[in-house]
T-cell receptor, first 115, second 115 residues
Framework: ETGVTQTPRHLVMGMTNKKSLKCEQH?????MYWYKQSAKKPLELMFV???????ENNSVPSRFSPECPNSSHLFLHLHTLQPEDSALYLC??????????????FGEGSRLTVL | AQSVTQLGSHVSVSEGALVLLRCNYS??????LFWYVQYPNQGLQLLLK??????LVKGINGFEAEFKKSETSFHLTKPSAHMSDAAEYFC?????????????FGKGTKLTVNP
């Protein structure tokens, strides 16, 4: 079982659909992240949850709505997306505190295509 | 805020040749620095990290990187490239802006290994 699992791996949706991306970490970490990876752009940090509390929201449009019900699970709810939102969405986890050095553990990503 | 610059979005080497991927960071304090690798259709995997111990850091798959404070550089090297090294490589620096710890990534360098 991999440390960070993302589902679905691929998702195609229309602009009016509502869907969710799911992330689960089996590493006992206390922080989780959503990143967006688009072609020819740096990795963009979207949201950070530390101890299940959102600590960072990098000016992400409201059509993206994160949810962190517990320290092992993270969701990204999607609605009325735009074609430019098509990208690879990466979930990551880390253990903050106790000499945290910033190391992130990534899932394999969810490839989203918005038609 | 911290930033990372990776020189060269594409690097091509022959199998058995030296691999050199360049990374420069901006930081006013000693940073934590990372190299991650991303194989096609996968998430990011940690190659190595610098956390203010030895300036020459050895990672997985024969890669190493040297922290040079005077040059604000953290270049990644491997003496002899293998076909399996073909992937995209990301340099990252830790940032503590805003009270939460996060990684800031460079734009990535795609490595091609020719037979």
């Amino acid at each position: 079982e991999t440390g960070v699992t993302q589902t679905p791996r691929h998702l195609v949706m229309g602009m009016t659909n509502k869907k969710s991306l799911k992330c689960e970490q089996h590493l006992g970490h206390n922080a989780m992240y959503w990143y967006k990876q688009s072609a020819k752009k740096p990795l963009e940090l979207m949201f950070v949850y530390s101890l299940e509390e959102r600590v960072e929201n990098n000016s992400v449009p409201s059509r993206f709505s994160p949810e962190c019900p517990n320290s092992s699970h993270l969701f990204l709810h999607l609605h009325t997306l735009q074609p430019e939102d098509s990208a690879l969405y990466l979930c990551a986890s880390s253990q903050e505190g106790q000499g945290f050095a910033g190391e992130l553990f990534f899932g394999e990503g969810s490839r989203l295509t918005v038609l | 805020a911290q930033s990372v610059t990776q020189l060269g979005s594409h690097v091509s080497v022959s199998e058995g040749a030296l691999v050199l991927l360049r990374c420069n960071y901006s930081s006013s304090v000693p940073p934590y620095l990372f190299w991650y690798v991303q194989y096609p259709n996968q998430g990011l995997q940690l190659l190595l990290k610098y956390t203010s111990a030895a300036t020459l850091v050895k990672g997985i798959n024969g890669f190493e990187a040297e922290f040079k404070k005077s040059e604000t550089s953290f270049h990644l090297t491997k003496p002899s490239a293998h076909m399996s090294d073909a992937a995209e490589y990301f340099c990252a620096v830790s940032d503590r802006e805003g009270g939460s710890e996060k990684l800031v990534f460079g734009k990535g360098t795609k490595l091609t290994v020719n037979p």
